[in-house]
């Protein structure tokens, strides 16, 4: 009998007799209907071997069975009966299956009837409604024995068999490929993918009295996805969206009230718990396991284990061995063999429990028992012993069990200060840490990578700490060092890893072959995903949208499948992709001069961590968290934002700038830099919400009374600011070889038309600084996406003066606007740089907020800025908000002359804001017209030559700027600004034929 199992041990189970009659009987029917209409005779051979086979198995006579299997898979394969044989290999693997329970023997059977195995292919619609059940016995049978992850090959088989040959949207598909698939996702951690086909399954079952139980379970599977996606109050709207669905007293109402229970326990809500896991136990009661197609005692045994865990936070020792007791005990009678993430994930609860009860010995050996139950080799000969994190596979019992052990190693210090302890919590850590590499590098969507980055990051800020708490014992500079990678590796992860699967692709002899079918697969998902955007901003009908979000799943998946197998060929350059490799202090001192420093930021939940590398060595500084960090850094960029409005409070506006600027210097910097020390530049990798923190507007001291803004302590007095997204990632951009020469402008026209504000000197500034002959600038009606995705990669300097707009809520959807060619305009997506090569040394974004889009505390912002270097430029020079366009000139005049001088790109800017303030009125003297420009990435000078007569533009240019800052009681402004959804919508009409 069969059950699809789901995420953790509340997982809805399916009714099995319905998938048994299907596959026992309406199958097969099918099959042998169509075969027998293609080969009537050779049929009845066939149809008779198999009689035999099946019948000799069951009589327990497995040679003589063997042989009449094989005379009829030589058969069917002989008389290309495709249909035949898939009917054949299903009926001799079920019974292997569900009458000897030999399921590992079923699985290599039914693997048998794949086309890659079989050398027949499906050709009839029977063909491949015959191909689609075998996929799903193949599928369910890999699940039931514990190995989900190899069921998604055939899950997704069967659903592409439906989808794209059989074109069958019914119940049955809905239940047994949608739904099962979408709890295998679940597991997984592709939360994206699993929520579109578990909103598919409910659009098909919809209202009918027949569907009500099936919908009430879909809806538990979502809650259960929504939970483990950290949404708990989508959860809970779920389970009980499913108990208005679910008859009175069925195992559907029982499994809903037990993931109640267990989404309330996180939410401190005992009494909740309590009363809902009582009521489920209550109803489960009343059936016998034997008897129902409901895996009973597992739903039971989670249930009493939740039970457990509320008693052990109460205190009530006695309560809790009990219901441990009795949650294992329901366990064992569904399962028996303890080797299966069930009991993983049991025994991690259990040990859960004894630490709270302070039962220390208890809780190790239970969390080793949760190891030993997924991880077979694991056979620890004493309670200090740890896996081996070779035998790691995508399985997040395995980092929920080391998790466990680091916080008991940790609690056994606090009873007994023995260095050995703290020791075993940082190995405990650092296979956490493989643990995780595992998981992300199986999922597809980026999204479910973020996700579980931003899931690891409290556990790095608890590694953190443990390798500072050695140090601080010891004095032994490798922990330090050891704080330092774990803080590397929670930084631009999947940025990095885009950067090292270039490299690997050329190291590893990936074909040009190979990587254009993937390109053309990458472009497929974009354009999925960029429909699916569009529809959604433009209120498309429901059904609209879903059928747009299951093309970007189709395409998902077909990218992903191609990956697999790229990874498989070129075992090279899986490892090489994934090696994750942090430089040491020795490679990333070599990036810095004398008077350089390197500061690392890590805003944890409890400290707030900053690493400061320079010539002389590491010092890692745990300072006090400060107080509504983000908050302040959000209030006080929106101090410096605000003053550019005409109508603001200005002097207001002031005071709480100049207050909360010298609070956040002392609180940020003061601690980690001496300016006595006179360091001239500072490269800084901010972290969460500093990440939108403009540093060099900070203030070194209290603004006296009457002090004009050009005379302000600015921190960009003192010192040259750049910023990365990680040291790694500078140590990678620093050894990248310097590609394309001259100078590619873009400005299209902007008249104050259309939504976007007129500019009126970007060209103009465009054209003094592309007077040599490798240079080029499209103005206009040329500045369309499709000459930039033809030029970009030919050029050593990218200048786009041009205007921008970030999506904070998807930050992928950010855009820079281009001419459509025709008298409008076009939206390049960050999202679309992700297809390109661009290997420019420099790209300078002249337009308002390419810094800003959506906020990770692990990744960053993924914002037009990151976009660009994960296209491949060595350096971006990006905005933090809108800009007016006169100060934007004038400054990058500055900026432009100082990097033909020569010198380094943070130099460069330092030189040309400073330049802007001294020549600054005190009313443009604002932070907000100089300090939202930051540099990104690499700061090596430019390769340039430039004739005499270049610097003679300048001089005129800069003459002609000039005027614009002394004009009397005016205050330059931006422009007015549309909402960006309004532009998007309305005065960006998308146009596919610009797409590429």
């Not at 789901?6 to 998938?19: E, F, K, L």
């Not at 465009?766 to 996406?785: S, V």
């Amino acid at each position: 009998m069969l059950s699809m199992k789901g995420y953790d041990n509340a997982y809805i189970g399916n009714c099995r007799w319905v998938v048994g009659i299907l596959l026992w009987c309406w199958l097969p029917a099918v099959a042998w209907t169509t075969t027998e209409n293609t080969h009537p005779a050779d049929s009845l051979s066939l149809q008779a071997l198999q009689n035999k086979a099946v019948a000799a198995l069951l009589r327990d006579q497995p040679d003589s069975s063997s042989t009449y299997y094989q005379q009829a898979r030589t058969l069917a394969t002989a008389q290309r009966d495709f249909s035949g044989l898939i009917t054949l290999v299903k009926a001799y693997g079920r019974v292997y299956r569900d009458q000897r329970n030999e399921p590992e023997k079923a699985i290599g059977i039914f693997y048998q009837g794949l086309p890659d195995s079989s050398l027949l292919t499906p050709q009839s619609a029977a063909d491949w409604e015959a191909l689609a059940g075998l996929c799903v016995n193949l599928a369910y049978t890999l699940d039931k024995a514990g190995k989900f992850n190899a069921s998604v090959m055939p899950y997704e088989m069967a659903l592409y068999s439906y989808d794209n040959h059989l074109h069958e949207e019914s119940p049955y598909v809905a239940l047994y490929v949608y739904r099962a698939l979408a709890n295998v996702y679940t597991r997984l951690g592709e939360y994206q993918a699993a929520e579109t086909l578990l909103l598919r399954t409910l659009k098909v079952l919809g209202t009918a009295p027949a569907s009500k139980n099936y919908a009430a379970e879909t809806c538990s599977d979502l809650g259960l996805l929504y939970e483990a996606w950290g949404q708990p109050l989508s959860a809970i709207e779920k389970y009980r969206a499913g108990l208005l669905l679910a008859s009175p007293g069925s195992v559907s109402e029982a499994i809903l009230h037990a993931n109640l229970a267990k989404v309330y326990y996180p939410q401190g809500t005992l009494e909740d718990v309590t009363g809902e896991s009582v009521q489920a136990i209550l109803i489960l009661q009343q059936y016998d396991p034997a008897q129902s197609y409901y895996d009973v005692n597992l739903y039971t045994s989670t249930c009493f284990e939740l039970l457990a865990r509320v008693t052990s936070v109460q205190g009530s020792e006695e309560a809790t061995l009990t219901y441990l007791d009795s949650a294992y005990q329901r366990l064992a009678c569904e399962y028996g063999d303890e080797n299966r993430r069930e009991f993983g994930k049991f025994y991690c609860r259990a040990g859960e429990a004894y630490l709270r009860l302070g039962y220390l010995a208890q809780a190790q050996a239970a969390f080793q028992q949760a190891l030993q139950a997924v991880l077979y080799g694991y056979t620890p000969q004493d309670l200090a012993a740890l896996p081996e994190a070779a035998a790691f596979y995508a399985e997040n019992t395995i980092l929920e069990a080391l998790s466990g052990m680091a916080e008991l190693y940790q609690t056994a210090y606090q009873q007994q200060p023995v260095q050995a302890f703290l020791n075993l919590a940082l190995q405990c850590h650092e296979l956490i840490y493989t643990s995780e590499q595992a998981l992300r590098r199986d999922y597809r969507y980026d999204s479910s990578k973020l996700f579980n980055l931003e899931e690891s990051r409290e556990r790095s800020e608890k590694a953190i700490g443990l390798a500072y708490q050695l140090h601080q014992l010891t004095g032994q500079a490798s922990y330090l060092y050891q704080a330092f990678v774990f803080a590397e590796r929670n930084r631009s992860s999947l940025l990095r890893e885009a950067f090292a699967a270039d490299q690997a692709a050329v190291l590893a002899g990936v074909s040009q072959a190979e990587l254009q079918r993937e390109k053309v697969l990458q472009v497929s998902v974009s354009e999925a995903e960029e429909m699916c955007f569009h529809l959604r901003e433009e209120g498309a009908a429901a059904d609209r949208i879903q059928q747009a979000e299951q093309e970007v799943l189709k395409t998902r998946d077909a990218l992903g499948r191609w990956i697999a197998t790229l990874e498989t060929k070129h075992p090279r350059y899986y490892q090489l992709k994934y090696a994750d490799r942090v430089p040491s202090l020795a490679e990333l001192q070599t990036l810095l001069g004398k008077k350089q420093r390197l500061l690392e930021y890590f805003v944890g939940q409890q400290a707030l961590y900053v690493f400061a590398l320079d010539k002389q060595g590491l010092q890692l500084h745990a300072l006090p968290l400060p107080d509504n960090l983000t908050q302040r850094v959000i209030h006080w960029r929106q101090s410096i934002e605000d003053y550019q409005q005409a109508a603001s409070d200005h002097t207001a506006l002031l005071r709480y700038y100049q207050d909360e600027g010298y609070q956040l210097y002392l609180e940020l910097v003061a601690p980690v830099v001496k300016l006595t020390d006179k360091p001239r530049e500072l490269l800084i990798i901010p972290s969460g919400i500093l990440d939108l923190l403009p540093f060099d507007a900070l203030l070194t001291q209290a603004v006296a009374p009457g002090t004009n803004l050009p005379q302000y302590p600015y921190l960009l007095q003192q010192v040259a600011v750049s910023y990365s997204y990680s040291a790694s990632l500078q140590w990678s951009l620093a050894h990248l070889p310097r590609e394309g020469a001259g100078v590619l402008g873009f400005a299209p026209t902007f008249n104050g038309q259309h939504g976007w504000p007129a500019l009126s000197c970007s060209a103009a500034l465009l054209g003094q600084f592309t007077m040599d002959a490798a240079d080029r600038i499209c103005l206009g009606q040329e500045a369309t996406i499709t000459a930039f995705q033809t030029l970009a990669q030919q050029y050593q300097v990218l200048h786009l003066a041009t205007h921008a707009q970030a999506n904070p809520d998807e930050g992928d959807f950010s855009f820079i606007v281009f001419s459509d060619g025709r008298g409008g305009y076009d939206s390049l997506f960050a999202k679309d740089l992700y297809l390109l090569h661009i290997a420019a040394e420099l790209v300078i974004l002249s337009a308002c907020e390419t810094a800003l889009g959506t906020l990770y505390n692990s990744e960053g912002v993924i914002s037009l800025a990151r976009a660009f270097h994960y296209a491949g430029a060595r350096s971006v020079l990006t905005t933090l908000w809108r800009i007016n366009e006169n100060a934007n000139c004038d400054l990058m005049a500055h900026f432009y002359a100082a990097l033909y001088e020569g010198e380094s790109k943070t130099t460069a800017l330092h030189q040309a804001k400073l330049a802007y303030l001294n020549d600054a009125d005190p009313r443009a003297a604002h932070p907000v017209y100089w300090a939202g420009f930051q540099l990104l990435g690499n700061p090596r000078p430019l390769r340039t030559s430039r004739p005499w007569y270049a610097w003679l533009g300048v001089v005129v240019l800069l003459l002609g700027l000039g005027g614009w800052r002394w004009r009397k009681n005016e205050i330059p402004a931006p422009g007015g600004r549309v909402s960006w959804k309004k532009m998007l919508s309305l005065k960006i009409p998308w146009s596919k034929e610009n797409k590429t």
